[in-house]
């Protein structure tokens, strides 16, 4: 559930990645804050282990227009891909408003495919939350590699609802905006709906609202085309902030405590 705060007229819409390992869910979050404007975007925050490998997740509040007289932020989370953090991919799913599954188009990562996206469906049933019934968006990623996954073999077996897809080669930015496009337009009415009352159907919202999901600005991305001439998008310098932890409870209230103080002191 998204946070609100009513004094500041803050909203933070939580926006998770979820996939196998490697599969590109930090290599979007790494684009988005390299393409946004340094306005539009807090540090990037990692959680870490002592071994100074990030496993838990990443976060990249963003913000986003407006619904009403409320500014909208995302925060933008990925989970470690790893089965054996299964408890942690948990924790970050709590709250969650929209859900983005990446998937590595890989002929051998097929199975670590399935069994990811059934492990997300599980883990949101702990939360008492449906698949069927989260705005979900699917990422095909790596479709610059050789040997891939058919579109339409994806389809059949993580996506027979024909839900959003976007096809993408994350490393070049090729289909991550597009993805965080697709993700905002589907999460944020069903906000305004949960928050404020405001029904998706049978209500013609005016224009501002309209194009509430859509008011990220960023640069083009790289054309499918020019994908194998390019080898390393233009990045801004990483601000990165570093918060090490000792216990899965540790997580759970630092993630609490994050979306907070995101909407009690973001600034216009």
């Known amino acids: 559930m998204a946070f609100v705060n009513y004094v500041t007229k803050n909203l933070a819409v939580k926006i998770v990645y979820y996939g196998p390992g490697l599969s590109g869910k930090t290599t979007n979050l790494r684009y988005i804050y390299s393409k946004l404007d340094p306005d539009s975007r807090a540090d990037l925050i990692c ?15 963003v913000k986003a227009g407006l619904i009403g007289d409320f500014k909208v932020h995302f925060q933008l989370m990925t989970v470690p891909g790893q089965v054996f953090y299964e408890a942690s991919r948990k924790s970050v799913l709590k709250g969650a408003d ?4 990446v998937a590595d188009s890989q002929v051998p990562l097929l199975d670590a495919n399935l069994e990811n996206f059934d492990g997300l469906r599980r883990n949101l049933l702990e939360h008492n939350i449906d698949l069927n019934f989260i705005p979900l968006v699917f990422q095909y990623n790596k479709r610059d590699l050789d040997n891939l996954i058919p579109v339409e073999t994806f389809n059949n077996l993580l996506n027979p609802r024909r839900l959003p897809y976007i096809e993408s080669a994350a490393i070049y930015g090729q289909g991550v905006i597009e993805t965080l496009k697709e993700i905002s337009k589907l999460a944020v ?24 999901a859509e008011k990220i600005e960023v640069v083009e991305p ?28 540790d997580i759970e209230e630092e993630l609490e405590k994050l979306a907070k103080e995101f909407t009690a002191n973001s600034k216009d």
């Open 47 to 61: 959680l870490e282990t002592d071994t100074e490998r990030t496993i838990f997740f990443d976060l990249l509040p």
């Open 222 to 249: 790289v054309p499918k085309k020019e994908v194998e001439l390019v080898t390393e998008p233009e990045r801004s310098p990483l601000r990165l902030t570093k918060i090490k932890f000792k216990s899965q409870k």
């Open 98 to 101: 929209g859900i983005v599954f």
């Open 189 to 212: 009415p069903v906000v305004r709906e949960k928050i404020f009352g405001k029904k998706r159907e049978g209500v013609r919202p005016e224009e501002k609202e309209k194009k509430e």
